[in-house]
T-cell receptor, first 113, second 114 residues
Framework: GDSVTQMEGPVTLSEEAFLTINCTYT??????LFWYVQYPGEGLQLLLK?????DKGSNKGFEATYRKETTSFHLEKGSVQVSDSAVYFC????????????FGAGTILRVKS | DTAVSQTPKYLVTQMGNDKSIKCEQN?????MYWYKQDSKKFLKIMFS???????INETVPNRFSPKSPDKAHLNLHINSLELGDSAVYFC?????????????FGPGTRLLVL
């Protein structure tokens, strides 16, 4: 079945460090791919998305590129801030099947000042 | 204005009780969802409704019964609560079932079963 695998956390970085959170997926066909962010005590917010191979999603300094050849959608940011501390979820939406999202396990990011 | 709202935010109850969580969206969306997030932060879809009709039911125990009185509301009723039901429940909505539509999430309801 469809699944998403994320790197385990927590990831702890100093402010202004470079961030990579790995995400790989297994799916039939061509899914849409997403990164959602959950700040402490809040619900999930869409961070960025990509709907076809080689698309790059970007928002708030975060980027991720849909790589079909490696079935990956790694999240990157050049310089993290303390306010980026949150849980980051990679997710896919299968091309068929009622618009459900399949989430990875989430990666906790902690940024220290 | 809150796009997707849930009530209550916190719910503490005893095993065996019956409880409901309400969800409302003011985005004019056709499709609504319930997700469960367990203690390890793992998120999994439970149900989705489109125009008040059940679309997805991910082998959730029949103690869980979603009810959609209209397109703007999707409530979750849970009978005979068990310890394992303790989790954060998120409601979400999207414009429709089309594959390009973003899902918008509510703030979550933190359920603790004692």
């Amino acid at each position: 079945g469809d699944s998403v695998t994320q790197m385990e956390g927590p990831v702890t970085l100093s402010e202004e460090a470079f961030l990579t959170i790995n995400c790989t997926y297994t799916a039939t066909g061509y899914p849409s791919l997403f990164w959602y962010v959950q700040y402490p005590g809040e619900g999930l917010q869409l961070l960025l998305k990509a709907t076809k191979a080689d698309d790059k999603g970007s928002n708030k300094g975060f980027e991720a590129t849909y790589r079909k050849e490696t079935t990956s959608f790694h999240l990157e940011k050049g310089s993290v801030q303390v306010s980026d501390s949150a849980v980051y979820f990679c997710a896919l939406r299968p091309p068929l099947g009622g618009n459900k999202l399949v989430f990875g396990a989430g990666t906790i990011l902690r940024v220290k000042s | 204005d809150t796009a997707v709202s849930q009530t209550p935010k916190y719910l503490v109850t005893q095993m065996g009780n019956d409880k409901s969580i309400k969800c409302e969206q003011n985005l004019g969306h056709d499709t609504m969802y319930w997700y469960k997030q367990d203690s390890k932060k793992f998120l999994k879809i439970m149900f989705s409704y489109n125009n008040k009709e059940l679309i997805i039911n991910e082998t959730v125990p029949n103690r869980f019964s979603p009810k959609s009185p209209d397109k703007a509301h999707l409530n979750l009723h849970i009978n005979s609560l068990e310890l394992g039901d303790s989790a954060v429940y998120f409601c979400a909505s999207s414009q429709n079932l089309a594959s390009q539509e973003t899902q918008y999430f509510g703030p979550g309801t933190r359920l603790l079963v004692l």
